[in-house]
């Protein structure tokens, strides 16, 4: 059961092939064997989940039901789930359970989808590794010596080592895409405004965006149509319809307009990741599309702005944990200073704190104009870059990141390192945009990930592209080793 | 950056920063701006800042009362709460 | 030389929603505390904020009511500093492109002058919580319920040169911001604070240092902490002294100011566009929408009252100041159909039992329409202005309305004349020697002698006699006997 897409257990659920129930069973029990191997979830929920599956089972058996109806997932840790702990990857949260869902933990939960439990994280969404969270990293299903990427490691490895078909995950500047790179996933991270921030704990509010991490594009577009949805709780939200992603990804690439930024393929990009990714494009071109070269001239810029803009909201976005109404709090503080600076220091990891006062600096009086201002106008260069090169190509595509899975450590002492992990994804969180993540081929027999870039709102062209590739190839089909 | 820089900076974001840290922290904070000095090098010459990725405007909610009273559920994950307050030590103006 | 003072005002006035800024809690006063707190007041994870509609209708009204530009977009940003009563660890403010944008108010001052105080601009933000000193030990308790209520701080330009034109400015604004419904400025309530900034000079000087005192809730506290501060430092500089930029308290019930803490403490508030909020759009249309639905400002009242109610000047702005006390005295006038006298009753007795029983004309225990009722029985006779102040009083103590009183009391004037009558000649028959007096007294001067018969007869009446009546009945028996 656990080889099957998304797809195929909806199928198998209706023809009675399994129930919810064994489905959920047979997960919570794989994950109970498995996970101490990987270390992916932070709470797993097993009467909650068996609960969810008996309801679906009876929606299931009154007929007609979405799609998700009885599908187990599991949620990352960032989603708020009423009354399920949710940590946040944080010592700060790690006794935090909110009374509300999130707005996508509605969706699904309204669908019939069943949860698992929530899944490990880099703290606050602050890393490129899973090396961060306070409760231990992730690690890589295809080579556990390595990382599974981050921030969504534990949705990544999860899904990879198929304990979950499906999970949640969030992206403020690669976080669902390179982990997908890294183990060999299908990605999605939606245009800014897609899917409700609410009940998302917050890193960086104007770059954050939720999206689905799965095994194949099909998939991945079932996740979305559920996960997406207007929601007047967040600002940022649009009031857009939400398509059937699925209905369009069978349409033919015959004139598809490709194109391939040069920025992308320069130094710093592994050759053997470059060819798999080079290949990939080819593969578009017999299936009629049109290459060309672009150039998105800003794409240097991309991580210098994140790291003042990223910073700033979070130092803002992280003042309310101040151990007063929820959260951690220090052992008898002498008064209020000591009760902010404690527990504040206590329960926040060392990434954390960096990137608060990094946030603080470029907020402070005499450098906002130099950092936080020019960050700002940057941003707006690194979105005219795309605007202009969409008006003659439909879809950018690259890499999604520069080398396969790393080990752990190699990048963990060097925080600019470990920020340019983001280089090829970074500059879509800042334009907003929508960015999918597809396996591509394996470089040491670890996975890489082709990237591909849509204009707003256009994550139906999106899937499907990757789609029409994947029923060429069977890259998004293997799996890692010794996952059973 | 140095370790009073960093000082203030960890009093900004109420943090507290160890002596033994202090120039560790610099270094990394130091490394970071190095990256993000790259910007400088940017000709923003008449360029808007960029808050948001979409150029939306704001929804304007109705003003009808939606929220009931939830305190108990909320201050159920206080860490110190009484006769419905939360408590901070003394807050002296 | 003399001293120049030059005050600068920051007004904060919470706006008259149902909800909060940010969230559909309630914003009603008086809750059990954290009550009206939602997940979004308290700055739960996850949590994000949604622009009440109410809240903008009511600050673009305000620009309107002071003549100010009303910006057509502005935005929200985060004020960051870290107090248990600002629970977000940021408020949402507005620094960069304020709603309103410069208007002014007028001030009439006590030599009937005029003076035009500019206003800098208002802009929106939440109000905070409020911390609990006492009650909870060595601790401080933390109620959210006003965190979020939305608030204008209106900033004025330092026009202010004295106390006494503080008062009138922020007597001014009280006046807009009820007459214009957008707040019920109730200050002991907290619903408009006022921010002092203030700073001394020799004529023609540079603007002196200045200092901030912040959260005065009512206008005498204003007038009096303003009067202490400029002696302070004028006392301070004339003994060789420097003054310190800082912000100050000042206690109302002690008479007490002291420092709170000085420029080099103060925070670096680090101030950037709120990412959870987008901007908000407004068009001509919106605005003239607003404009269209304004309640009348109390320089249109002022200018109705005299051209329609033909009150004097001094009445009329007297009585159009205060949103509350001109409907009181419009319903009163109305009930009477006698404007003059209407005025005269809210500007004398109303206004004097008000000032008595410290009081505000909202809490006041008559309404306008039981004040016309008791002028109606003064102008039908049914009782003379004196006996009227009893009834008056009597209706203050809750002892119902004119009617009632007057009936209970028996306090009724008598006009029958058969009644009148009797009484006139029993006091005749019991005075035959006043009434040879005035029978002797020449005709020019008779008229005076009538006052010695009208005591006896009062008296005897219980007050209750009506003196026109009683005048006519007496010329006409002494006439008789002439």
């Known amino acids: ?484 | 950056m140095d370790r009073s820089d960093i000082a203030k900076l960890a009093e900004l974001a109420r943090l507290q920063i160890s002596n033994e840290h202090a120039d560790e922290v610099a270094q990394s904070i130091t490394d970071v701006l190095a990256l993000v000095d790259q910007l400088q090098a940017a000709n923003t010459e008449g360029v808007s800042p960029m808050a948001h990725p979409l150029d939306a405007v704001q929804r304007l909610r109705a003003d009808v009362v939606t929220e009931p009273n939830q305190r108990e559920a909320f201050q159920a994950q206080a860490p110190a709460t009484d006769k419905g307050h939360y408590l901070v030590p003394k807050v002296i103006d | 030389m003399e001293w120049e003072t030059v005050i600068g005002l920051e007004v904060h006035v919470q706006l008259a929603t149902k909800t909060k800024i940010f969230s559909g809690s309630s914003t009603a006063f008086g809750a059990e505390p954290n009550t009206q707190a939602c997940a979004i007041d308290l700055a739960m994870p996850g949590t994000l904020p949604v622009v009440n509609a109410e809240a903008y209708r009511l600050a673009v009204m305000f620009g309107l009511g002071i003549d100010a530009e009303i910006a057509k977009r502005s935005f929200f940003e985060r004020k960051n500093y870290f107090y248990p009563d600002v629970p977000k660890g940021y408020q949402t403010t507005q620094l960069d492109s304020p709603i309103v944008g410069p208007g002014h108010v007028d001030i009439t001052l006590d030599d009937g002058s005029t003076k035009s105080i500019r206003i800098h601009h208002a802009h929106l933000e939440e109000d905070a919580g409020k911390s609990v000193h006492e009650g909870f030990y060595d601790m401080s308790g933390i109620d959210l319920n006003r965190a979020g209520t939305p608030l204008i701080e209106i900033v004025s330009e330092p026009d202010i040169s004295n106390s006494e034109e503080a008062v009138a400015f922020a007597k001014k604004l009280h006046g807009i911001v009820t007459s214009l419904g957008i707040s019920d400025g109730d200050m002991s309530q907290g619903s408009m604070r006022f921010d002092v900034n203030i700073s001394v000079r020799k004529p023609g000087d540079e603007l002196g240092t200045r200092t901030e005192t912040k959260n005065l809730n009512s206008f005498k506290f204003m007038e009096d902490c303003i009067a202490l501060e400029v002696e302070r430092q004028i006392d301070l500089i004339e003994n060789g002294g420097k003054i310190k930029q800082e912000t100050r308290l000042y206690n109302g019930d002690t008479g007490v100011a002291r420092s709170m803490r000085s420029k080099e403490e103060a925070n670096d508030y680090r101030y950037f566009p709120c990412p959870d909020l987008l901007p908000v759009e407004i068009d001509d249309e919106y605005i003239e929408a607003v404009r269209s639905t304004m309640p009348e400002l109390p320089s249109a009242r002022k200018a109705r009252f005299i051209s329609e109610l033909g009150l004097s000047d001094y009445d009329a702005e007297t009585l159009s100041s205060d949103a509350v006390q001109a409907s009181f005295f419009e319903q009163a006038a109305a009930t009477a159909s006698d404007a003059k006298l209407a005025a005269n009753w809210v500007m004398g007795e109303v206004s004097a039992h008000l000032n008595s029983d410290e009081i505000s004309i909202s809490e006041a225990p008559i309404t306008g329409e039981l004040l016309g009722g008791l002028i109606v029985r003064i102008k039908d006779n049914t009782i003379s202005n004196k006996i009227a102040k009893d009834v008056f009083e009597a209706m203050w103590a809750g002892e119902g309305d004119a009617d009632s009183v007057i009936e209970a009391k028996g306090l009724k004037q008598v006009s029958d004349t058969g009644a009148l009558e009797a009484i006139v000649d029993e006091v005749l028959a019991a005075s035959e020697a006043m009434v040879e007096e005035y029978i002797n007294t020449e005709e020019s001067k008779r008229k005076k002698k009538l006052g010695g018969f009208m005591g006896p007869i009062m008296k005897a009446s219980k007050g209750q006699a009506n003196p026109r009546a009683v005048n006519e009945i007496l010329l006409k028996k002494l006439n008789e006997r002439l």
Request: charged share 20%; net charge negative.
């Open chain 1, 1 to 484: 059961m656990h080889n099957k897409t998304i797809a195929e257990l909806a199928q198998g659920l209706r023809s009675k092939e399994f129930s919810s129930e064994e489905l959920t069973r047979h997960y919570l029990e794989r994950i109970e064997r498995l996970d101490s191997n990987y270390n992916s979830f932070i709470t797993i929920t097993p009467e909650q989940a068996i609960a969810q599956a008996q309801a679906a089972d009876q929606r299931l058996a009154s007929g007609n039901q979405p799609i998700l109806c009885g599908v187990p997932i599991a949620h990352k840790d960032i989603f708020c789930t009423d009354g399920i702990r949710t940590s946040c990857g944080s010592k700060m949260l790690d006794n935090f359970t909110p009374p509300y869902n999130a707005t996508i933990v509605e969706n699904y939960a309204a669908a019939g989808a069943v949860t698992l439990g929530k899944l490990n994280m880099d703290e606050f969404a602050m890393g490129s590794s899973n090396e961060t969270s306070y409760y231990g990293p992730v690690k890589n299903p295809w080579d556990t010596n390595c990382v599974p990427g981050g921030s969504s490691g534990g949705s990544a490895a999860a899904v990879a080592a198929h304990l979950a078909p499906a999970a949640t995950a969030s992206d403020t500047g690669g976080s669902i895409r390179q982990p997908a790179s890294l183990c060999g996933l299908t990605g999605l991270k939606p245009t800014y405004g897609r899917v409700s921030r609410w009940g998302m704990i917050a890193f960086a509010s104007s770059l954050d965006q939720a999206g689905p991490l799965t095994r194949t594009a099909e998939d991945s577009a079932i996740m979305l149509g559920t996960m997406a949805s207007f929601d007047s709780k967040d600002s940022t939200c649009l009031d857009q319809t939400v398509p059937d992603y699925t209905a369009t990804l069978g349409d033919s690439l015959q004139g598809l307009r490709i194109g391939v930024p040069k920025e992308y393929f320069s130094e710093g990009l592994n050759p053997e990741t470059a060819s798999r990714v080079q290949d990939a494009i080819k593969e578009f071109e017999r299936q009629g599309a049109t290459v060309k070269e672009i150039s998105l001239p800003h794409t240097h810029l991309a991580v210098p702005a994140y790291y003042v803009i990223a910073p700033a909201e979070c130092s803002a976005n992280l003042s309310r944990f101040d151990g007063v109404r929820y959260g951690y709090r220090c052992e008898n503080p002498a008064d209020l200073a000591d009760l902010y600076k404690r527990s504040r220091s206590e329960a926040f990891g060392e990434e954390v704190q960096r990137r608060i006062l990094v946030g603080a600096y470029a907020l402070s009086a005499g450098y906002y104009d130099a950092y936080y201002r020019k960050a700002q106008q940057v941003r707006r260069l690194i979105k005219q870059d795309f605007v202009d090169a969409f008006n003659d190509i439909d879809v950018v595509m690259g890499p999604t990141a520069t080398s396969p899975a790393f080990e752990f450590g190699a990048k963990s002492n060097d925080p600019v390192a470990m920020y340019l992990e983001d280089i090829y994804t970074i500059a879509t969180n800042l334009a907003g945009l929508p960015g999918l993540s597809i396996p591509c081929g394996l470089v040491d027999n670890k996975p890489v990930g082709l990237q591909l870039i849509g204009n707003y709102f256009s994550e139906a062209k999106l899937l499907n592209a990757a789609h029409q590739y994947q029923l060429v190839t069977d890259y998004h089909q293997q799996s890692a080793p010794a996952i059973d």
